[in-house]
T-cell receptor, first 111, second 115 residues
């Protein structure tokens, strides 16, 4: 089955700096890669996703890149703000199976 | 997206008892999932519940401990049976929208504490 590795487990940045979180996956059949943001005590919220037919997707300050050959994908947050502080999870799935999640990255943005 | 509600939002239970968690979705969905999230941890899939068939359990989870019902396309229940303190966790239901979409959305979770 799919195995998703996520790094780093914690990340601390100054407000305004960029943050990058990286994930690798094992199943070459995986074709959908979402990112979730989970604030304390809240449910995971889908913030951006990418499908295997594209290499990059951007939505305002967040972007995701995908390298299918290397089986890794990354989340990039630019101009970080304190409200970006949360736990971020990457995940991977294909059309036929359920989603497998990375271990999570706790991002802290210091004002 | 999908509007997903869960009941109860939290509960404190005694060892040896059972708790049934309900998940309601505002639209019909084929695939529903139940996850467990222990404090500070990631999301672990318990089982997949499709309407009209038995739930499919992941390794480490069994039907006797976590029976699931899926009576229709908008509702599911997860029961945590014969609870022990190790079952203390947040339980989340989740749905996928559409036949060709992979987007998966989560309910607000049920925080369970077993004494």
């Amino acid at each position: 089955g799919e195995n998703v590795e996520q790094h780093p487990s914690t990340l601390s940045v100054q407000e305004g700096d960029s943050a990058v979180i990286k994930c690798t996956y094992s199943d070459s059949a995986s074709n959908y890669f979402p990112w979730y943001k989970q604030e304390l005590g809240k449910r995971p919220q889908l913030i951006i996703d990418i499908r295997s037919n594209v290499g990059e997707k951007k939505d305002q300050r967040i972007a995701v890149t995908l390298n299918k050959t290397a089986k890794h994908f990354s989340l990039h947050i630019t101009e970080t703000q304190p409200e970006d502080s949360a736990v971020y999870f990457c995940a991977a799935s294909n059309n036929n199976n359920d989603m497998r999640f990375g271990a999570g990255t706790r991002l802290t943005v210091k004002p | 997206s999908a509007v997903i509600s869960q009941k109860p939002s939290r509960d404190i239970c005694q060892r040896g008892t059972s708790l049934t968690i309900q998940c309601q979705v505002d639209s019909q969905v084929t695939m529903m999932f139940w996850y467990r999230q222990q404090p500070g941890q990631s999301l672990t899939l318990i089982a997949t519940a499709n309407q009209g068939s038995e739930a499919t359990y992941e390794s480490g989870f069994v039907i006797d401990k976590f029976p699931i019902s899926r009576p229709n396309l908008t509702f599911s229940t997860l029961t945590v049976s014969n609870m022990s303190p190790e079952d203390s966790s947040i339980y989340l239901c989740s749905v996928k929208k559409g036949a060709n979409y992979n987007e998966q959305f989560f309910g607000p979770g049920t925080r369970l504490t077993v004494l």
